[in-house]
């Protein structure tokens, strides 16, 4: 890449590895009380991760790619399907916490959450970006937020004003019980046929706690130590050789795939989420 190109997305995406630091950015995005709390007392069956895995794997990828790469009606139409499953995600009597999924500050925590981790595994895969690939990146990544009900002015203005929004939130961050053990079930694929975790288990706590940010790992009472970090990096130094020799196509290649059959669904009138 060279700095007289313009911002381009694609130049950016990692391919498969970045499938690693999923379940990492699912503890980030819960760290505020009003959103691990909105999830573990959701009602919305269709959309627990812990009974339909492989279909939250696959709204959850398609919502990211939809925000990302698609067009203006690929996100008018996932942003009324999102909105339908919201509606009854909000907090009852018995609640710890008062929450709606339609408060456009908790969506801003979780877009701001997805963006760190899009941008972190960018770093560690692709290795660093130049000052204006960094700032093209942050500015995309607005889409994240701006793709269902977060104002595009409520996206902080620019890197710098970002990362004090980012300090600010993350001293909110706090797991309570209940929400902890829904996201160790989650690291530990309690969700999946036990005989489908064998060897995966292991690896995605592995590459789960690695990509933690060490302010989530220490809330969630994560051990992580120096032998553990630099084996992590062994690991990400692999990854990083395979993902820069990628020809971009190969990397893009499950992103069209996934955005072919969210249009496909909804040509056919589907559910989408």
């Known amino acids: 890449m060279t700095n007289d190109r313009p911002f ?10 970045g499938f690693l630091g999923s379940a990492a950015n699912v503890i980030m995005q819960l760290g505020w009380r009003e959103v691990g709390y909105g999830v573990v007392e959701s009602k919305v069956d269709s959309g627990n991760v812990m009974l339909h895995p492989w279909k939250r794997l696959r709204t959850t990828i398609s919502y990211l790619v939809v925000a990302l790469f698609g ?18 995600v909000r907090s009852g009597p018995d609640s710890p916490v008062r929450y709606n999924a339609f408060d456009p500050a908790l969506q801003l925590w979780v877009a701001a959450c997805l963006y760190i ?14 000052e204006a690939d960094a700032d093209g990146l ?20 620019d890197r710098e004003a970002f990362e004090k929004y980012w300090a600010e939130g993350l001293a909110r961050v706090r797991y309570d019980e209940p929400v902890r053990q829904h996201l160790m079930a989650l690291v530990e694929l309690e969700m999946i046929p036990r005989w489908m975790r064998w060897g995966n288990r292991s690896l995605n706590r592995f590459a789960t706690i690695g990509f933690l940010p060490p302010e989530f790992r220490d809330a ?17 130094g692999g990854l990083r050789f395979v993902s820069r020799r990628l020809p971009r196509w190969v990397r893009m290649l499950p992103i069209q795939l996934q955005l072919a059959e969210v249009r496909f669904r909804i040509r056919r009138g589907w559910r989408l989420t």
Request: net charge positive; glycine share 6%.
């Open 138 to 157: 942050y500015a995309y990544c607005s889409r994240l937020g701006t793709s269902l009900q977060v104002p595009a002015e409520s996206w902080p203005a």
């Open 117 to 130: 981790g899009f941008r972190d595994i960018r770093v560690a895969l692709l290795g660093p970006m130049t």
């Open 71 to 88: 067009s203006e009606a690929d996100r008018a139409a996932y942003r009324e399907a999102v909105n339908r499953s919201h509606v009854s």
């Open 8 to 17: 381009d997305i694609r130049d950016h995406m990692v391919g498969p590895a």
């Open 220 to 236: 969630m009472g994560l051990t992580w130590t120096p032998q553990q970090q630099r084996r992590f990096e062994r690991m990400l």
